[in-house]
């Protein structure tokens, strides 16, 4: 038996290039040309054809390796009676085959060059060159325009198959008569592409494609740099980048970058290259997007101008505490994504206050200090039972949402170093007692800096009490991902009318704030007016 090793061909890179498909399988009587592998690397996916008839002994790589010119890639047992002939030798062209090929023009022009040291002004066809076997390719960017000044190599169009994007280069230096091809068209090839004047026709190197006839499918005619010194050596195939241009010069990007950036909209004329020649990567085009989305000045949101505030008088900068910017971070980033409904209502909590006055002598046996947090803590836990819309998170799929079988219920805390919303967890399951112990515990964790962060996490809903500062009413922010939260300002007795008179009731103003994506008005409206009748009637909030 006789074996072969097939290794990877120059790919026009010393980087490594991600194997993204084996073709074959051990076992398989391959013909020429046939593919074994697809390789990517940062500028084109190309395709290793066979060039030996023969049959897979084994496969010496999978996907997602990478590897380098000269990797071995299969072993072909090539004794092997494939029907057809070895055709190695005549696969791979002799130098003088080369040469040959390096000397046939991929342009045309329209007068023969001038004599040695001539500098007439010549016109020259620059047509769609070899397209390995594609009937037709799409132009999916014009890089000159009539008029403009081209050097040797510059890229004129840019034209893609449906497996890679390669830039045409400009077989010569001067002006661009006209442009026949418009982005978007479909082109053949041959078809003109430009005419472009040169005043030193006599010292144009033509530009030169080595095809192999399989690969070509992948690269669509893939040019070296177009240099006298690369000219004068035997072709090979390498990758070229694209190029676009810019008001500020030239910006280079392969193949997979210009998916990329054309799946997410970005573009590249914007993104800065920090890749050789100033080359864009995909490294280059996510940093870009991150910075946009982070950047507020370019979500469309204006930034607030920077002011010397010493100006004006004697100022002192503070920075701000850990807990503070978390806050403000948070608030900012629910304030943004959630649409903000707010609804408001007075409950009457008369009765509940004479029943927790009463209470005051129990609490103060026990150690605990009875306030009406509490009390509306549990109405809240019940609330979230009776109405389970408010007790959900949205996924961030946009498609779903996660129903929630317990109840934790946050509580806003005002601490020196900024607000903090620690949990009571299970406060359905809990008595006024239990949770009257929690709220003190975790009020005095969180001014004395002790607050851990579960004791922070889980929660369905959150209450935001004012107590005794005061106010009529707020909107609160919905504390994300959470999708709604009550917000208790400071209650005071008002005239209620009870169908007869006017009476004294202390009233509680309640402002309840939801998501309008997870919660619509209704469902609000139920929880909301559900949540005044616990409070008023005390029915579950008593404390025995």
């Known amino acids: 038996m006789a074996t072969q090793t097939v ?70 047992d090539t004794s092997v009676d494939c029907g057809e002939n070895s055709a190695e030798e005549e696969s791979q062209p002799t130098q003088e085959q080369h040469a040959e090929a390096s000397s046939e023009p991929s342009t045309d022009t329209t007068e023969a060059a001038p004599p040695p040291g001539g500098k007439a002004a010549e016109s020259f066809e ?9 009937d037709s390719v799409e132009v999916i960017e014009i890089s000159v325009s ?32 006209s442009v026949s091809l418009s982005e978007g068209d479909s082109v053949k090839e041959g078809q003109l592409v430009c005419m472009i004047s040169s005043a030193a026709a006599g010292e144009v190197n033509e530009p030169q494609v080595d095809t192999p006839p399989k690969a070509a499918e992948q690269t669509a005619a893939e040019i070296p740099k177009a240099t006298k010194e690369k000219a004068s050596q035997p072709a090979q195939t390498h990758s070229a980048a694209v190029t676009l241009p810019d008001s500020q010069g030239e910006v280079y990007a392969g193949p997979a970058v210009r998916k990329l950036a054309r799946q997410l909209g970005v573009d590249l ?102 306030s009406p947090v509490p009390f509306i803590i549990k109405a809240c836990a019940l609330a ?35 607000l903090v919303v620690p949990v009571i967890r299970d406060a359905d399951k809990k008595s006024i007692w239990e949770i009257a112990e929690d709220v003190a515990g975790l009020a005095a964790k969180g001014r004395d800096g002790k607050l851990t962060p579960r004791d922070m996490q889980g929660g369905c809903f959150t209450v935001s009490s004012l107590g005794a500062i005061g106010g009529q009413g707020f909107t609160p922010i919905v504390n994300a991902p959470e999708v709604g939260i009550l917000g208790v300002s400071k209650a005071s007795i008002k005239p209620w009318w009870n169908g007869k008179e006017f009476e004294p009731r202390q009233m509680l103003p309640l402002s309840l704030s939801y998501d309008h994506r997870a919660v619509n008005g209704a469902n609000a409206g139920r929880f909301l007016t559900y949540l005044v009748e616990v409070l008023q009637s005390l029915d579950g909030l008593t404390l025995e």
């Not at 890749?275 to 085009?285: A, I, S, V, Y």
């Not at 949101?301 to 004006?312: Q, T, Y």
């Not at 009776?386 to 946050?410: R, T």
């Open 384 to 418: 979230l039972q009776k109405e389970p819309s408010f007790n959900v998170s949205l996924d961030s799929d946009g498609e779903h949402m996660y129903q929630k079988e317990y109840v934790h219920i946050g509580m806003a805390v005002d601490t020196p170093a900024g």
């Open 126 to 134: 620059v047509k769609v060159p070899d397209l390995g076997g594609a």
């Open 146 to 177: 009539a008029g403009d000044d081209v050097s040797e190599g510059d890229s004129l169009i840019v034209i893609e198959t449906d497996k890679a994007s390669v830039d045409v280069p400009s077989p010569v230096s001067g002006k661009v008569v």
């Open 7 to 76: 290794k990877v061909p120059d790919i026009g890179t010393d980087d490594a290039a991600e194997v993204v498909e084996v073709c074959v399988s051990v076992g398989d009587v391959l013909e020429l040309e046939q593919s074994l592998i697809v390789l990517e690397t940062d500028k084109a996916s190309v395709e290793v054809p066979c060039h030996t008839v023969g049959k897979v002994i084994s496969i010496l790589v999978n996907e997602g390796d990478q590897i380098k010119t000269g990797a071995p890639i299969i072993e072909l």
């Open 269 to 370: 004329k914007k993104v800065k290259g920090t890749g050789p020649r100033n080359r864009c990567t995909k490294e280059d085009l996510r940093k870009y997007v991150r910075d946009l989305i982070a950047d507020k000045s370019s979500g469309g949101i204006p930034a607030i101008p920077d002011i010397d505030f010493s100006k004006f008088g004697s100022v002192k900068k503070v920075k701000l505490s850990k807990i503070h910017r978390l806050t403000a971070s948070n608030m900012q980033r629910s304030w943004l994504n959630v649409p903000h409904v707010t609804q408001f209502d007075d409950a009457d909590i008369s009765s509940l206050e004479g029943y927790r006055k009463s209470k005051k002598a129990d609490a103060e046996q026990r150690g605990i200090k009875i």
